[in-house]
Each structure stands twice: as C-alpha cells, then as structure tokens.
C-alpha cells in the first residue's frame, strides 16, 4: 500500500505553490491589484475550543499560501444567538467578505441552526444553511457542505466511479452524513445511513463497495466488517490520530483508504478555499470595482491554484504504479452559480 501523491507532489501548501503559477509575473499581478486583499473569507470562532481553534488557524493559513485574505472573528464563551447574529449579519452586508463559515460547533447557548441560516447563501461556501443543503440535494445549484464536498472531489479525481455502487455513510450530522449521503444519491449509487445504534451493523456493511465514516467515534467501525476491494473514506480524527474505522486491518484488503491524519482535513480546508473563489467568481464585483475585467480575467488562475490543492489530502491504494501524477483538468471545479 502506497500513498499516491508522496513521491510525485509536494505535500506542504508553501512548497508546493512556489513550484507552481505562484511565481508567474500573472500571478503577482493578480494579488497587486488588491494589495493582496482581493478575495476575502471570514471565519466566526465561538469560545475557546482548542480543536476548534486550531482548525481556524489552519484555514487562516491556507487562505494566505493561496493569497487570499483571511478575517478571524472572535466571540467568547459566553456569547449570545444575538451576539452570533449580529456577527453574521455584518459580514453579509460587508462587499470584501466572499465566504462566511461559522465555526462548529458552538456553545450550547447558541441557537447554531438559526445562526447558520442567516449566512447569505452566496456567501455560504461552508454549505451549511437549510436552503443550501436543499438546493444540494435536489441537484440545484449550491456550494457544498465541505467535508462531504471534498470527498466527492477526490472520488472523482482519482476516477472511482460511484453509479451503481452500495455506498455506506456512518453518521447522519447535518453537516457531513446527511449531505454526503444525498450527493452520493445525487451521483447514482445505492446508499445506506447508518449510526451508532443501526442493528447489525457488520451485516450492512459488509456489502458495502463504500464506506465513508463519520460517526464521532474513534475506531468504532471495525475492520472484520469491511470486505476486501472495499473504498475506505474515514472523515473521523481522534487522538492520538486515530480516524473512525480500524484502519490497520483494512489496509492490505481495500482498493483504496484515506489516511488519517493527513486526508481529509487538508481536502475540507481546500474545498473551502475553492468555494470562496467560486463565490467571489459568481458575484457582481466585476461592474463594482476599478480594473475589475482585468480580475476577472485572472480568477481562473487563483482555481487553478486551489485545484493544485487537493494533493494535500489524497487516498492511497494498493499495488499502484510507481511516479503517477493525477492530471487536474480546466473543469474539475468550474465556478457554480448561486
């Protein structure tokens, strides 16, 4: 077993970029015309969780490496519904936010349900309000909820078809289970939701072609249950860096697994930097802002720039030739319209 990307594509963001189109005289015009400040996303961070707050840093620095800016917003512990609201609501009306994410989760005092359902759905490139995840699912146009997002994005990169495939997802979170078992209908496959008190478990998941984890759990999926040529995706991450599924038992049987850490973290982080650049690609900003055509023009390559990020996160799989690079094509992440 073999992790793809390691002998082909850097793994740190900075190294990477500094290969790329970063140094390219288009690029360097591209972040001047905004003294860095073109595209903007702002995070809403509730209390102090130390998870919490260390997975708002990582995507604080990733928005930098691809050189856009990032807004760190702070509340306390004690912050009310109506401190959030407010928040949000000064961020929907603000032109230089692109992309709004309110951190989850929040303290118990906060109504998170109506907070998220008051981020803008052009700016809710997190896909977490209620229109959004309906629109999602019914095939309309809408971003994402991330995590989910990114799992479909590297299935398809890495040419895993999904039509006609029993899929399994563990977890039926608003944010991760339900919306990836519905863009998993979306796609064509047979999918099953289970959770942590679906009876016989091993019996429904041993005929699974995909499994996808994300029940909270540390290994709580065992690997006796997984059947061999299975597509492992574990979404989970645990101390001491552990995932959701005994990964140790599945990875001489599986096509192909998601390590943990170090798979779908860095994938969540870059389908949110996508989808700000998405966001700021569908809005109006051209017919508001001086030199906007000349922008516009080059939005294409700040995309082009996140695709690249998706060597970051990645699946391993068994028996894979040796120096294969995954090609990533014009259209792989073409601006949606919301």
Sequence with gaps: MKLLLD??????????????????????????LKNGKLLREATILVGGDPSSATYVRMKGNACRRVGLASLPITLPETASTDDVLTAVKTLNADPRVYGILLQHPVPRQVDERLCFDTIELRKDVDGVTTLGYGRMALGEPAFNAATPGGILTMLKHYGIALEGKEAVVFGRSPILGKPMAAMLVN????????????????????????????????????????KDGAVVVDAGYHPPGVGDIELPGVIGRCAAYTPVPGGMGPMTIATLITQTVQAARNGSWASRQPGSCLIAQRLPTLLIICRRLWSVGGMSFPQYPRRVSPKIHPGDHEAISV
Excluded: M, Q, Y
């Design 7 to 32: 002998e082909c594509l850097p793994v740190d963001f900075r190294r990477h970029l500094r290969g790329h189109e970063v140094r390219s005289a288009e690029w360097a015009g591209f972040k001047g």
């Design 187 to 226: 796609a064509n496959a047979t999918v099953t939701i289970c959770r942590s008190r679906t009876h016989d478990l091993e019996s429904v998941v041993t005929r699974a072609d995909v499994v996808i984890a994300a029940v909270g759990k540390p290994e709580f999926i065992k690997a006796r249950w997984i």
